[in-house]
């Protein structure tokens, strides 16, 4: 068997900052026990998310120099919107600074109050942004996505049955858009089928319901549909990314992620109407249709990062990475979410800390007690992240009480990977001693980001 390694060699390096147990304990109490509110020089492993923590290569930096810092008219936003014309099939685009920026326009424009919005599970800002906008967010995809021990293959599917029951309850007027993510992020980095897809667009083209693609890991999709659907194995993963994008009417992309740049995003259509309207109101919001709250520079990075990020040597070592973690953690019968997603590893907080009721946030005091562990930093997918029922007030209890351990591309190397699952086995072997969490300071939107805890 030959091994595979990462198709890149390292140029320059940031060196990493070690801490002792007391001074971690210090620092996650002053945190109020939320990672988000750490200090990153007192981390050692960041793996809180994938986003906008990429490595950018030596092209990206080049093209960093090739900024047009124009207000209107820069080159970089034509080469970006080519390159998204040509790797993604959209024809038309704006910049965003970043992906909610995309979600907060293509929301106001498409939904109006009372309408409903499915979608292949919900993304924290993606169903925020259409609740402000009048919309009720409706949970479409496959039982076995909110099930982390099922081993389906694309547990990222949506089930059809539960649109046409959607639309037996609401009449398909008052159904926008179907809102679907690529390798869905909530449900453990789990990816979509091309057969589903096409079941999918044809069942929107039927019902007269646009299909709008959450983009933000699409490559990750891409990779696994080629490993794991019958006619895909010979086919690139810049073919199924485009395949893939061509079967939907528009797109929402956080570039952070899979097009390894720091910031920037995009929302694209077919529709020139929609990118007129979108135009209209991204001047409002963002910036000038052709930079969006975006540098010239960060346009150039993100068109060249694209392209890299669609290579499937890319893509085969970012995976490999996450699935060589995942596979650690497994051996040493650590609970994850199965199979091992594209750009995570997921404990199950459920069964690590079965002492702790969902109500005293098991995820949340998890992730804290691995950052005192070693200094390994993850993040909460559970309750806390749920949020609450924009009309009731009632916390949402989602059935996947998750930590995540997300992997930024190009950035760790194996021994990383080796030092998190030595922490990982060690803080599970010893959960029983774990206490639970409850608020001190509850903020009322995206409650994670801020939200303060306490001991209980
Ligand atoms: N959609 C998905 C699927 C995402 O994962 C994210 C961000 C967004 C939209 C919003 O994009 O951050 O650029 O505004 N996810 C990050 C994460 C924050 O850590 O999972 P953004």
Redesign the pocket.
């Known amino acids: 068997h030959r091994s595979w390694a990462e198709p890149f060699k390292i140029k320059m390096v940031e060196l990493l900052k070690t801490t002792t147990i007391e001074e971690r304990q210090r620092a996650i109490a002053e945190a109020g026990y939320n990672t988000f509110l750490l200090r990153s020089e007192d981390v050692y492993i960041d793996l809180?998310?994938?986003?906008?923590v990429s490595a950018m290569s030596d092209r990206q930096w080049a093209g960093m120099m090739l900024g047009d810092e124009s207000y209107a008219g820069s080159a970089n936003f034509y080469h970006l919107e080519a390159t998204v014309r040509e790797c993604y099939s959209y024809a038309h685009m704006v910049p965003t600074h970043?992906?909610?920026?995309a979600?907060h326009i293509l929301s106001k424009l498409l939904i109006k109050p009372g309408d409903y919005v499915p979608g292949n599970m919900y993304?924290t800002?993606?169903r925020l942004h259409q609740e402000l906008a009048g919309g009720t967010f409706v949970d479409v995809i496959v039982d076995e996505a909110h099930d982390p021990q099922s081993e389906l293959p694309f547990k990222g599917n949506v089930d059809i049955a539960k649109l046409d029951a959607l639309v037996e309850r609401v009449d398909a007027k008052n159904i926008p858009y179907v809102s679907l993510?690529t390798c869905?992020?909530m449900a453990g980095g789990q990816p979509v089928s091309m057969a589903n897809l096409r079941e999918l667009r044809d069942w929107c083209t039927r019902h007269k319901v646009l299909l709008v693609h959450?983009m933000?890991?699409v490559a990750e999709n891409a990779w696994f549909i080629k490993q794991r659907e019958v006619g895909y194995a010979d086919k690139s993963v810049a073919a199924i990314v485009h395949e893939i994008c061509a079967l939907t009417d528009a797109a929402?992309m956080?570039?952070?992620?899979d097009a390894l740049v720091n910031i920037g995003?995009f929302l694209a259509m077919n529709d020139p109407d929609l990118y007129r309207r979108a135009c209209d109101m991204i001047v409002v919001y963002e910036g000038l249709h052709t930079y969006g709250g975006l540098a010239g520079r960060d346009m150039e990075a993100m068109a060249i990062g694209i392209r890299e990020s669609i290579d499937d040597n890319h893509i085969r070592a970012r995976i490999g990475q996450v699935e060589y973690l995942g596979a650690k953690l497994q051996a040493a019968g650590v609970p994850i979410v199965r199979p091992v997603g594209g750009h995570a590893v997921f404990l199950d907080a459920r069964r690590i800390l079965p002492h702790v009721a969902q109500e005293l946030l098991p995820a949340q005091a998890l992730a804290a007690a691995l950052y005192v562990d070693s200094g390994v930093r993850a993040?909460e997918r559970g309750v806390v992240s749920a949020g609450r029922d924009a009309k009731t007030g009632q916390n949402y209890y989602p059935k996947l009480e998750l930590v995540r351990l997300?992997i930024p591309r190009r950035v760790y190397t194996q021994a990383h990977m080796d030092v998190v699952a030595e922490s990982v086995i060690e803080v599970t072997e010893q959960a029983a001693s774990i206490r639970g969490l409850r608020f001190v300071y509850e903020p009322e939107q995206l409650r994670f980001f801020l939200g303060r805890f306490e001991p209980v």
């Open positions: 809180l998310t994938d986003s906008g970043q992906g909610r920026a979600e993304f800002t993606t993510a869905v992020n959450d933000t890991r929402t956080s570039a952070k992620k995003g993040m997300t």
